[in-house]
Structures are given as C-alpha cells and as structure tokens.
C-alpha cells in the first residue's frame, strides 16, 4: 500500500507525545519547528526536553500515560520504549485524530519521512519502511547537493515573487520572469555570493517587455 504524500500545518494545533526519550525528543523537535502546541507526558524526560518546557516552548505532565491525555490532541504520537504503553495510547485515540506510533507504523495512519530542511526548502523523504537506512543516506546525499546557498537563493526567490505579484500585471510576462529566475544564472550568482548582481539583474529582467 502507498501512502499520500501531505504537508500538515501545525500551527496553533495541539500535539501530544507520550514518551520523552531520545525518540520521543527528535519529534519533538520537529514538532515545535512546525509551530505545534506540544504537549509531553512522561514520568520522565531527557535533558533538552526539560529545557524546552523550562523555557515555555511545550509542556511536559510527569506522569504516566492514561487514555483521557489524549482526548483533545489534532496529532499524536506514541513514541516509549515500552509496546504495551504505546497500544494503550493507539487504543484511546479516536478514528479522527492523527496517531504515529513509532515501533508499530501499521497501527498508525501516517508517517513520518525522513527530512531534509534547508531555509524554505523541505525535502521528505520515505521508502515506505523497505529501507530506513537508504532514506537517511539519500537524505546525506541531498545535503552535499542543496547546501546553504540554496536557503538564501530561495529568500531571494520569494522576495521576487512578491515584486513580480505586484508590478507585473500580464500573465504572459509573469510567467516569462519566474521562468528566468530559474535559469542557471541566478543560481550561479547566489553561490559566488554576488548579490548585487543578481539584482540588478533581476530589475534587467522587470523591465524587459515582449
């Protein structure tokens, strides 16, 4: 069975983990990158996991789990080292919430692929559980590829777009111009770091009609 590739938005969402070891603190991590409102329960919890609930940034109820922690949760994840734990929390869950369940991907209804981030650009990736480890390697591979000059190719690229959006009214010609920011030559002029350049070459691109 494949699964459906989506991008959730987070923000303002109330996220809950059970669990606060390693496993448990990298979702987390993403998590609160996401802008989840995470919530952490666990009698106990690794270090940057305090520190995070120390400097507000999620809350963490030292406990056990029971069923009721995750009544009101848009996404869940069972993520202790103990199986029994992490079947209690898939079976309090109800059929509309969001539930991962890291040792037992069949009981979960999504995923959560490898990623690789650099600025706005986010690349996931998944072999659907037939190879972790090919995952994690294509995902080393894609950072020798997309280093951080694409991060700041990217600022650029939206910045351009907002201009485009607002002096450029012919489709015709907005078209023409996203199509040239693509091109080679601004690429290559982010990664000599020649910015100026760049936008005097894209003011070249502005003002040229067809």
Avoid at 75 to 96: G, H, M, P, S, W
Avoid at 161 to 190: C, M, S
Wanted: neutral net charge; charged residues 30%; glycine residues 6%.
């Amino acid at each position: 069975m494949s699964e459906y590739p989506a991008m959730i938005r987070l923000t303002g969402k109330k996220v809950t983990v059970i669990g606060g070891g390693k496993v448990a603190e990298r979702k987390i991590d993403s998590l609160l990158q996401a802008g989840g409102s995470v919530v952490v329960v666990s009698p106990d919890v690794t270090e940057p996991i305090k520190q995070w609930a120390k400097d507000m940034q999620l809350t963490w109820i030292s406990k056990d789990f029971e069923p009721r922690d995750v009544n009101d949760a848009f996404l869940v994840i069972a993520a202790t080292n103990q199986r029994d734990v992490n079947e209690k929390v898939f079976q309090a869950v109800n059929e509309y919430q969001l539930i991962n369940i890291v040792d037992h991907p069949e009981k979960s209804n999504f995923i959560v692929p490898s990623t690789f981030r650099q600025g706005h650009l986010t690349i996931a990736i998944s072999t659907s559980g037939a190879s972790p480890g090919l995952a994690k390697k294509i995902k080393r591979d894609l950072a020798n590829q997309y280093d951080a000059s694409y991060g700041n190719y990217l600022d650029f690229l939206k910045s351009c777009r907002e201009v485009v959006k607002q002096q450029v009214k012919n489709p015709e010609d907005r078209k023409r111009i996203f199509e040239q920011l693509l091109t080679d030559d601004f690429l290559k002029l982010t990664q000599l770091g020649e910015f100026e350049e760049r936008e005097k070459l894209f003011m070249k691109l502005l003002q040229v009609k067809e």
